[in-house]
């Protein structure tokens, strides 16, 4: 058995487990909302690579989520009961619109896009994952930030009930991550909602993540619960812990090598050899936002 065929018999057993609950219970959205559901109405996209697709099975089994384990193949199973409904996201900081909105609401402020992005970590794997979302800038216009406001900051549910990796101190709790202004509102930030067609799995950052495919991974925040405009620079996550091998801006550069290890070659997941890293991951229409500045000081 395959499996997607896999996932929707596990679907339909999850059904079943339900029988004998409230009609109430059997109807609330977080139930619909977990069952591998279809978009409807998926653009193409021009900013999508023509390179092979890495299989679904890889991307939803090799995860790093440190909320949930250190382990690249434990989210998957441990994630499978995580909440995303119902699921609030609060804007707030230097906004005109300060507010909390309902994901499902966010989902549908724009057309949803397949955007088929190389993603690369910082451990030097790569993987190519056609997600689904539209751009961040479509969301951000919306929320109308002040003049003054020069950074975004994206923070991940906090819930060590059901996240067992919160309960150690393996990071500083909750997840943080931020991009400057100018780079959040290019359009290649992606706000995702989906993957392959269909909602995010938990272990992929359901409900809500971003995608910043010219950075390294870590930038792109799973599960995310608040979006703060700020005028100074949000401290990261894997910054705050290892300031000297995690920087804030964190572009994919071949050049500049991580203390531990080189970052001139990756793997493509799937692949045995090795492959040069790009320059931007390969997006050099981001090149311009980074002019002047030099890149091995702002790693
Ligand atoms: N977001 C949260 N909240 N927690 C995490 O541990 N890991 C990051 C990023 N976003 C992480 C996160 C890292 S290191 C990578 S490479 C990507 O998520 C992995 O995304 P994927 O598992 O969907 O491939």
Redesign the pocket.
Known sequence: MNRRKFLAGAALAGAGAVVGKGVGELISPGFIAQANAKIDGIQKSSFSTTEKITPYND?TNY?????FSTDKYEPAGLAKNFRTRPWKVKIDGLVNKKQELDVDTIIKMATPEERIYR?R??EAWS?VVPWVGFSLSELIKKAQPLGKAKFVEFT?IYDPSQMPGQRGGVLDWP?VEGLRMDEAMHPLALLCFGMYGEALPN???APLRIVVPWKY??K????IVRIRFTDSQPVNTWNRAAPNEYGFYSNVNPTVDHPRWSQAKERRLGEFGKRPTLMFNGYDQVASLYSGMDLKKNF
């Open positions: 991307v995860n790093n989520y440190y909320e993603h970590c910082v993987i991940t997840y272990q992929d950052g991974g870590f792109s925040a799973k599960a």
